[in-house]
């Protein structure tokens, strides 16, 4: 059973050489693709910001539907990366870390953050940046230049504009550039009854250095970390692909046991606590193999 409905927050290093989407082209793939993956998963997404060395994104969905989304988008965006020959603009090993989000406070402060966080290298205000939320909060205009919606163009034209064969809003609308517009996708109105008011957004919208810098730091650890647990599920689920024909949510936990021994066994193993969550067990359960 799929637990409740919260808030999570995915994004990549945003410290690394790779300059995956630096071109107005990539970022507008990148855009595309956050709402075509949500879309398909079920994920109901607050805010996004893709620049030019990495991205984040605010959704609202249950445990099992932000991993999928995850999983998705990092699939199409290897996919398009390698069908077009330009995969070391992505990096080796692009990761997405997956963060569950539980208090009101630090939901609004990773949406401002993520809102902002264009400011990091474009100098003017957030809502001018246009591969991200722009003025759709607390505005009574949501896009600058109406869209075309999809249902204007016909099945094979959707298709070749965004590169899927996944059914779609015919609502949605794009601009000149083939980019969906964030108000066709976007929750705003669940963002802005979390805000309740526009003092609440400008009031959260000032961040102190120090807090941002802080968050930076711990978004970077936080990342290494969810990073090494995804490497680790990723072995786990080979072995347990290899013994038993599937993956590790689909065995039972005698079966997630003996992979987890034979990792062990092979010093896959890390930390107890992330190893535990790799697998999907418990801390107990790896101190009994120890």
Known sequence: METSKTYWHLYSDGKRADVPFGTDQLKVFAVNSIAICASSAGAVVLCFDVN??????????TDVVARRFRDKLLVRLSRHYTVNACSE?????FFLACDRIIKRDDVL???????????????????????????????????????????????????????????LPQDWEYN?????????????????QLFGTPRAFLAFLFVRKEDEQHMKQEFSSRYISERSIQEMRDRGNSLCNSNFGKSLRAVP???????AASMLKEGSGSKIEGFAKALYLKREDIEMLL
């Not at 603009?89 to 090993?93: A, E, N, R, T, V």
């Open 52 to 61: 030019d060395t990495h991205l984040h994104i605010v959704i609202f969905a």
């Open 253 to 259: 936990f005698e079966s997630r046991l003996k992979i």
């Open 109 to 167: 402060t990773r949406i401002i953050y993520t809102f902002r966080n264009c400011l990091d290298f474009y100098n003017k205000v957030p809502w001018d940046y246009g591969w991200g939320v722009g003025n759709l909060y607390f505005s009574e205009r949501k896009d600058r230049v109406p869209g075309r919606r999809l249902s204007e163009i016909s099945r094979r034209a959707q298709i070749a504009l965004l590169h899927t064969q996944a059914l």
């Open 89 to 93: 603009l992505l990096g080796d090993g």
């Open 176 to 192: 000149t550039d083939g980019m969906l517009l964030p108000s066709s996708f976007v929750d705003y109105r669940h963002v802005e």
